[in-house]
């Protein structure tokens, strides 16, 4: 496809489910970034791969938090045993290569809602 | 480290009028600044970049920002604001290391016909 994809677009669940979220980069794109938005604020990093390699992963939350890109494209951002402050939009970019001056392109997100 | 201020949460403006958006920031390097923009329920949108070369910067749908070292600044401006332009709009920091996004807090646009 042209941009970024992910599904679902809307994912509820109940308190201690898990779930997971998927991320489609563009294609050719070597990074890829996991971006938390919580209501109101702006977007925080959660993490990051060059390829399937998960370079940075300091921004996730807890351990119950985990991303993978087996195959260095198409990345899974897992959450077991949710929790309400889980609720967010999860944000998934992708760039030609990570360098620093090179954009981001983001997906549209998906929102989280933990009942 | 490195950190975004917007120093505006909200901004209102009448279509027509100018849009001035603030934005400093923090970094221990040299840094490469982006504005993106968001309209609701969707992804973000890049509107422009600087990266080190020129200091002004023009961007897509009229925008343009000036990058001053001295202020530490990277305000967003629009010399005519329309309808379609509002939106959240967020002041981007990148360092070489880590290639993480650090996000300002956003500014919110409203435009009045």
């Known amino acids: 496809g042209a941009g970024v994809s992910q599904s679902p677009r809307y994912k509820v669940a109940k308190r201690g489910q898990d779930v997971a979220l998927r991320c489609d980069p563009i294609?050719?794109?070597?990074?890829l970034f996991w971006y938390q938005q919580a209501l109101g604020q702006g977007p925080e990093f959660l993490t990051y791969?060059?390829?399937?390699?998960?370079?940075?992963k300091s921004g996730l939350p807890s351990d119950r938090f985990f991303a993978e890109r087996p195959e260095g494209s198409v990345s899974t951002l897992k959450i077991q045993r949710t929790q309400q402050e889980d609720s967010a939009v999860y944000l998934c970019?992708?760039?030609?290569?990570?360098?620093?001056?090179?954009?981001?392109?983001f997906g549209d997100g998906t929102r989280l809602s933990i009942l | 480290a490195q950190s975004v201020t917007q120093l505006d949460s909200h901004v209102s403006v009448s279509e027509g009028t100018p849009v001035l958006l603030r934005c400093n920031y923090s970094?221990?390097?040299?840094?490469?600044l982006f504005w993106y923009v968001q309209h609701p329920n969707k992804g973000l949108q890049l509107l422009l970049k600087?990266?080190?070369?020129?200091?002004l910067v023009k961007g897509i749908n009229g925008f343009e920002a000036e990058f001053k070292k001295s202020e530490t600044s990277f305000h967003l401006t629009k010399p005519s604001a329309h309808m379609s332009d509002a939106a959240e709009y967020f002041c981007?920091?990148?360092?070489?290391?880590?290639?993480?996004?650090?996000f300002g807090g956003g500014t919110r646009v409203l435009v009045k016909p």
């Open positions: 970019a992708s760039s030609l290569q990570g360098y620093s001056n090179q954009p981001q392109h």
């Open positions: 294609s050719g794109h070597v990074s």
């Open positions: 791969f060059q390829n399937e390699a998960q370079l940075d």
């Open positions: 970094s221990s390097y040299s840094p490469s």
């Open positions: 600087y990266t080190s070369a020129a200091t």
């Open positions: 981007v920091v990148s360092v070489a290391a880590g290639n993480k996004l650090t």
